[in-house]
């Protein structure tokens, strides 16, 4: 490698650590928002409900940015994207924690006997308290040395992100009783990311079809 191209590398590399801690800062804009605006009551005549309903949303929106990435890098042909998916991931799990925190705490009281109630009766509960436990292994399994310990299972595993999309979008839908107007953007836009998926797997397989792979 030449010093002119190494150069322009580490100018690159350098620009690209400088946007990344931007974007961390940034994702951490919303929470410090909510609780601000908790602390000196400004969620209006129910806090507790709209702490609880925006933290939930955040969960979604950053769920939906992670799932993002991988188009985005086909689309623009740049590896970046992928580099910043982790970071989402993690930024997905820490926003449906402080949802599931204010549920429990603000909503419930930890009242465990009543939330057990809640699992059982209310789909949405039922949905949502799958979504977060499915959630749990992805983040503890996010580091490049889980990804070296589990080898071939930790892709599979991983792929459970998009029942987790299905069912926090459910937990949506199910949540909301008269306007659906918000919660059936957020399920088309999951349908619009997942369908690429499926395009993508349809056409390795139809390439696999025409040109199978010899063994000698």
Same mark, same amino acid.
């Given at each position: 490698?030449?010093? @002119? ?23 951490l ?20 409900e709209?702490l ?12 939906l =940015? ?11 042909? /740049? ?11 993690l930024?997905?799990?820490?926003y ?16 465990? /006997? ?7 009766k209310? @789909?949405?509960?039922t ?9 749990? @292994?992805?983040? =503890?399994?996010?580091?490049r ?13 991983h ?7 299905? =069912? ?31 395009? /993508? ?16």
């Amino acid at each position: 490698m030449n010093p @002119p191209t190494a150069l322009f590398r580490a100018l690159s590399l350098n620009r690209f650590r400088l946007f990344k801690i931007f974007l961390f800062l940034a994702c951490l804009i919303p929470a410090g928002y909510l609780v601000w605006a908790f602390l000196a009551d400004r969620l209006g005549a129910n806090p507790f409900e709209a702490l609880t309903s925006e933290s939930g949303e955040w969960t979604l929106r950053f769920l939906l =940015l992670t799932l993002l990435m991988t188009p985005l890098r086909a689309i623009l042909q /740049q590896p970046w994207p992928l580099r910043l998916r982790r970071m989402l991931g993690l930024f997905t799990f820490f926003y449906a924690v402080f949802h599931l925190t204010t549920y429990l705490w603000l909503d419930q009281f930890f009242d465990w /006997q009543e939330i057990g109630t809640d699992i059982l009766k209310r @789909p949405f509960i039922t949905a949502g308290m799958l979504a977060f436990t499915l959630l749990v @292994p992805l983040a =503890l399994t996010s580091t490049r040395a889980m990804m070296r310990r589990l080898g071939r299972r930790w892709k599979p595993l991983h792929r459970s992100i998009y029942l987790i999309g299905i =069912l926090a979008v459910l937990h949506y839908l199910w949540l909301v009783k008269a306007d659906l107007r918000e919660p059936l953007i957020y399920a088309g836009l999951l349908t619009i990311l997942l369908g690429y998926r499926a395009w /993508q797997y349809g056409r390795r397989r139809a390439s696999l079809r025409m040109f199978p792979q010899t063994r000698y």
